[in-house]
């Protein structure tokens, strides 16, 4: 897995030997990079469930100013960490070792928000749901912000998202991956 664009371009990233975990598809990456690639400059990002980290990096090296690393994962967080050091975007970066809720609750007592929030919870696990309403509930997203998931279960997902007080402006689907692009409503 590489870094695809930006200042990393190239880079080669270590991933997680680990059947719970899989890296994002380059094409879905490639995909997701091009719908949001207006919004990425200055922005703040938070990548839940982070793994490799290679979705935030990717944030960074496309020029993201502070993006924020979350995942469980001892192991995860170890490889956050070199793949920063590998790509010299450690000084923008914060990597969180904790569960999603500790995550998100330790943010809003820090008053951080966040331009674009990515969301890729183990497949079958049924989080993204309750992440995004702890992300909403805490407040997390800044006005305009945006909500990315990356699923398999689109249809669980969205029956889930729809009891929230978000809206679903965009559904992609690759093979068997779907992002789901949400918005807060007003």
Do not use: W
């Not at 695809?4 to 997701?32: F, H, M, N, Q, Y």
């Not at 943010?107 to 702890?134: C, G, R, W």
């Amino acid at each position: 897995m590489r870094v695809i664009s930006g200042t990393a371009r190239g880079t080669k990233l270590e991933t997680i030997e680990d059947i719970s975990t899989r890296p994002t598809l380059d094409r879905v990456k490639e995909s997701l990079f091009n719908i949001v690639s207006f919004r990425i400059q200055e922005s703040r990002v938070l990548d839940i469930f982070a793994g490799s980290g290679a979705i935030g990096i990717e944030f960074l090296s496309r020029g993201c100013k502070h993006a924020v690393f979350c995942d469980q994962s001892v192991e995860a967080a170890k490889i956050i960490n070199r793949n920063l050091d590998k790509t010299h975007l450690k000084q923008n970066a914060k990597i969180l070792n904790m569960d999603y809720k500790n995550c998100l609750i330790n943010l809003s007592k820090t008053k951080e928000k966040f331009d674009m929030i990515f969301i890729d919870p183990p497949y079958k696990a049924n989080l993204a749901a309750d992440a995004v309403k702890q992300i909403i509930e805490l407040k997390l997203l800044e006005k305009d912000g945006i909500i990315i998931i990356e699923t398999d279960e689109q249809n669980r997902d969205t029956y889930e998202l729809s009891k929230l007080n978000i809206e679903i402006y965009d559904n992609r689907k690759y093979g068997r991956v779907n992002l789901i692009f949400l918005v807060e409503r007003g």
